[in-house]
């Protein structure tokens, strides 16, 4: 497959609302990995306002927490990013950054289909963009998101809570 292929089946299309005053998500406690705990409990992760932040700075937080291996902080940013983006070229950029970050999560779960599916939805999204776009080595992405969704497929790259991924390059 070249990087970004998809052999499944059709990505889901979602919602199409902006985040509005009343549409924020709530602050549900959640664990490291993002998953989310019973209201009430005391929660591991705390994440950023990113509906308070502009696009500009979301991604740089992004950036900061897949630098960190903080995968789902980084999905968040990156999936605000990509709804402030929509309707610009660059929408596309942030819907792929933030389909890595979901992909690395759904691996840290022990999810390996959905890792490697995201894996490559996002590579196929970020290798369309020319080098160095938002400061982002696109092929050289493309290319390690693919090989790790292959690692993932081949059970090289084996999904959990101990699973051992090289850190990315942003």
């Not at 292929?5 to 602050?27: L, Q, S, V, Y």
């Not at 406690?29 to 994440?47: I, K, N, T, V």
Request: charged fraction near 35%; glycine fraction near 10%; aromatic fraction near 6%.
């Amino acid at each position: 497959m070249t990087p970004g292929e998809d052999a499944g089946r059709p990505e889901a299309t979602g919602k199409t609302g902006r985040p509005t005053e009343t549409r924020k998500k709530p602050e549900r406690p959640r664990d490291r990995l993002g998953r989310p705990l019973p209201w009430g409990a005391e929660g591991d992760l705390e994440l950023e306002d990113f509906d308070a932040h502009s696009l500009d700075e979301n991604h740089e937080l992004a950036r900061e927490h897949a630098r960190a291996g903080r995968w789902f902080a980084a999905h968040e940013a990156w999936e605000t990013a990509w709804k402030q983006a929509r309707d610009t070229d660059e929408a596309e950029l942030f819907k792929g950054l933030s389909q890595m970050g979901a992909g690395y999560v759904h691996l840290f779960r022990g999810n390996a289909h959905g890792a490697a599916t995201l894996l490559r939805r996002a590579a196929l999204r970020i290798v369309r963009y020319p080098e160095g776009s938002r400061d982002v080595p696109t092929k050289e992405l493309a290319e390690r998101l693919e090989a790790d969704a292959e690692a993932v497929d081949r059970g090289d790259l084996v999904p959990g809570e101990e699973a051992t991924v090289e850190p990315v390059e942003l």
